[in-house]
């Protein structure tokens, strides 16, 4: 990790208006944690119902395309990438920093809301909010390194993200069944199982496949993305 990189990246990201984006989701998602708590919907099921269609299903994926590609795609538009690129900075350093800012992001902005409506709703009940934090954390960090990579690859990273997270994630990945054990956020969910003790919460998608693909997942995107960023020329063409 390159400490300059990374204090320019989030700079840049923090003092745009994404930080408002940022921001939105994770406050509607406490704020529907309290709705439900007012009004006397606090339970298990309320809670499970709302980590996976709302935190998980909805929340995580949007935060990860925000992130992910926010680190990178800016720059790559405006042309201040090839500035960077010029420094004495390796290409794949440049691709790790970048990640672990975006993954550092979703820690903060997606584990940390998700595990704070849970606990207002259950407070610690069947491990149902640590284990979502922790599923929230883990698959941010996947989206992290996906959406930085769709960041480099293509200029319209944000439309194809937006149909990625919306179509395939929250409903292919929802409804078909053999879609499931390549979704993200089923991956998620099947690590907030693992900890969580609620008879609300099953998964189709068993542990030990769940955590190899995060793993291969987000090394081979991270790893692509250094890659990618080698192609880039110092004219600003690929």
Not at 3 to 26: E, H, Q, S
Not at 116 to 132: K, M
Not at 185 to 198: H, K, L, M
């Amino acid at each position: 990790m390159n400490a300059v990189v990374a204090g320019i990246t989030y700079r840049a990201l923090l003092g745009r208006r994404r930080i408002i984006l940022l921001l939105l989701l994770p406050l509607a998602l406490i704020g529907l944690a309290l709705l439900l708590r007012l009004f006397g919907e606090g339970d298990q099921r309320s809670a499970v119902l709302l980590m996976q269609n709302f935190a998980i299903g909805t929340m995580l994926p949007l935060l990860g395309l925000i992130a992910g590609t926010g680190v990178i795609a800016p720059e790559i538009d405006d042309g201040t990438i090839i500035h960077l690129m010029s420094k004495p900075i390796s290409r794949p350093v440049i691709a790790r920093t970048k990640f672990l800012v975006a993954a550092s992001l979703l820690a903060l902005f997606a584990a940390v809301p998700t595990y704070v409506s849970a606990w207002l709703l259950v407070r610690n009940e069947d491990g149902i909010a640590p284990g979502f934090a922790l599923g929230a954390l883990v698959a941010g960090i996947a989206y992290a390194a996906v959406f930085l990579l769709l960041g480099v690859i293509t200029r319209h990273a944000v439309t194809i993200g937006i149909v990625y997270a919306l179509v395939w994630e929250s409903l292919v990945g929802n409804l078909v069944p053999g879609a499931r054990k390549f979704s993200i956020q089923q991956w998620a969910q099947s690590i907030a199982d693992q900890i969580s003790g609620s008879p609300f919460l099953r998964t189709d998608v068993s542990l030990g496949f769940a955590v190899p693909a995060i793993i291969i997942v987000t090394l081979g995107a991270v790893l692509w993305t250094g890659h990618r960023l080698r192609a880039f020329s110092l004219t600003g063409d690929e």
